[in-house]
């Protein structure tokens, strides 16, 4: 691994890596690694791809993304014509991925908090992902029912969906579920998509239209670990969520 730049921002370190072998790219923030891209830009992050499968198959044409990392997610959208705004309160952050990791610079990008930004437009989008965090927590103001509200505002009433990374460190971490406990009281149709048994994992929470999602498969292979990405997509199944009252 060769460390090709660090960062120091008001918002942690950036260190940007790259793998002797194969060339990818590594954005690591805080020390957890948040986005990892071929030198084509292309993610190899299995996550992403999940994401980036569940947009297609709602043909979400107007995308807005809050929190960049590397930008990987908002580069595959681009180049299959996605109008794409990204939100991030780390203008470094764009800088990087611009730089390091091929995010196109016609892509929208807004220095701000999510939340604030949402506030302040009256936009209403295809589609949200939510993939913001703070160290290996999602801020808090980002993952609190007054914030889903909102959200729904700014999408499409008949075809808008959210979506949200959730780390889960085990099968123990109710993480997954409590968020999907929190979108349940804003959306009629909430459902989770997750790798059971699989520590230290992404699961993902989506909201709106999204009842006829199937499971993601690999729709732009990277140059590297390209049949591992669809083996660990083959592997995610949609499961009931469930959280008890209290925690909700």
């Not at 890596?17 to 992050?45: A, W």
Request: glycine content about 10%; aromatic content about 8%; hydrophobic content about 40%.
């Amino acid at each position: 691994m060769i460390r090709v730049a660090k960062y120091h921002t008001d918002f942690g370190n950036i260190e940007v890596l790259r793998t002797k072998v194969s060339g990818s790219f590594i954005y690591r923030q805080g020390g957890c690694y948040q986005s990892e891209c071929d030198p084509n830009g292309v993610s190899v992050v299995p996550y992403i791809h999940a994401i980036f499968g569940l947009l297609a198959q709602a043909q979400a044409s107007d995308v807005l993304m809050i929190g960049c990392g590397g930008g990987s997610l908002g580069t595959m959208l681009d180049r299959v014509g996605v109008r794409v705004t990204i939100v991030d309160i780390n203008p470094k952050a764009f800088q990087i991925a611009q730089e390091y990791f091929g995010l196109p610079r016609g892509v929208r990008c807004c220095v701000s908090d999510g939340r604030d930004f949402l506030r302040a437009g009256r936009h209403r989008y295809d589609a949200i992902v939510l993939d913001a965090y703070s160290g290996r927590r999602i801020p808090d103001h980002l993952c609190a029912e007054t914030f889903f509200g909102l959200a729904q505002t700014r999408l499409k009433n008949s075809c808008g969906i959210l979506i949200g990374n959730v780390h889960a460190r085990h099968d123990l971490d109710i993480m997954p579920d409590r968020v999907a406990a929190k979108l349940g009281n804003v959306w009629e149709d909430v459902r989770l998509l997750d790798t059971r048994g699989t520590p230290d994992r992404n699961a993902l929470v989506m909201a709106g239209k999204v009842r006829d999602l199937v499971q993601p498969v690999l729709l732009i292979p990277p140059s590297v670990a390209a049949d591992e990405i669809a083996d660990d997509l083959g592997q995610l199944a949609f499961r009931p969520w469930h959280v008890p009252r209290r925690a909700a």
